[in-house]
């Protein structure tokens, strides 16, 4: 099963700030990657496919970037309904398997 | 368009059997993997397993022996039973879908039902 860590668990951040999240995985899963976002109550919403790619309807401040085992999901100018949880799952084999999150929480 | 609409029993004790059931509207059924996640409250996802129209599956070997992920394609419908659960399986689940193709060949789960909470207690 590859292993997908997260950090930091939480950030602390204003409106306005640039926000970089990791995602590190235990082995190699090529750029067969995403990032999802979710808030309370809802269900997780794609943001990025194939570790840069946005998703359909995705602000462009939202990137992601890596390859491999190293990946970065970068907000470059957080707006206050960024505030949330986001997820990196890989697709490269079964099982899928999710990180263990970033809370985004205001500052 | 898919819209996912999940349902199935919401209190369960001990060693009882979990049954949830996702309808699928809009989309063609017959394309893709629908796949069952779940979540524990305040913690992270755990995708369960995922059958696609032919009854094909993979099942996450956490849950592989207490699983069953059935389909049935003349409602539209897919079905997950969890045997002999604990407090362990209390959790968020959700039925999800990945229905657009990316440019690597890999599908993403863009499609999620309401959710389903799922508490197991005596």
């Known amino acids: 099963e590859i292993v997908l860590t997260q950090s930091p668990a939480t950030l602390s951040l204003s409106p306005g700030e640039r926000v970089t999240l990791s995602c590190r995985a235990s082995q190699s899963v090529s750029t067969y990657l995403a990032w999802y976002q979710q808030k309370p109550g809802q269900a997780p919403r794609l943001l990025i496919s194939?570790?840069?790619n946005r998703a359909t309807g995705i602000p462009a401040r939202f990137s992601g970037s890596g390859s491999g085992t190293d990946f970065t999901l970068t907000i470059s100018s957080l707006e206050p309904e960024d505030f949330a949880v986001y997820y990196c799952?890989?697709?490269?084999?079964?099982?899928?398997?999710f990180g263990g999150g970033t809370k985004v929480e205001i500052k | 368009q898919v819209q996912l609409q999940q349902w199935g029993a919401g209190l369960l004790k001990p060693s009882e059997t979990l049954s949830l059931t996702c309808a699928v509207y809009?989309?063609?059924?017959?394309?893709?993997?629908w796949s069952w996640i779940r979540q524990p409250p305040g913690e992270g996802l755990e995708w369960i397993g995922e059958i696609n129209h032919s009854g094909n599956t993979n099942y996450n070997p956490s849950l592989k022996s207490r699983l069953t992920i059935s389909v049935d394609t003349s409602k539209r419908q897919i079905s997950m039973k969890v045997t002999s659960v604990t407090a362990a399986d209390t959790a968020i689940y959700y039925c999800?879908?990945?229905?657009?193709?990316?440019?690597?060949?890999?599908?993403?789960?863009?499609?999620w039902g309401q959710g389903s909470l799922v508490t197991v207690s005596s």
């Open positions: 194939d570790a840069s």
């Open positions: 809009g989309g063609s059924f017959s394309d893709y993997y």
């Open positions: 799952q890989h697709r490269s084999d079964w099982p899928l398997t």
């Open positions: 999800a879908t990945a229905t657009k193709l990316s440019a690597a060949g890999r599908r993403y789960f863009d499609y």
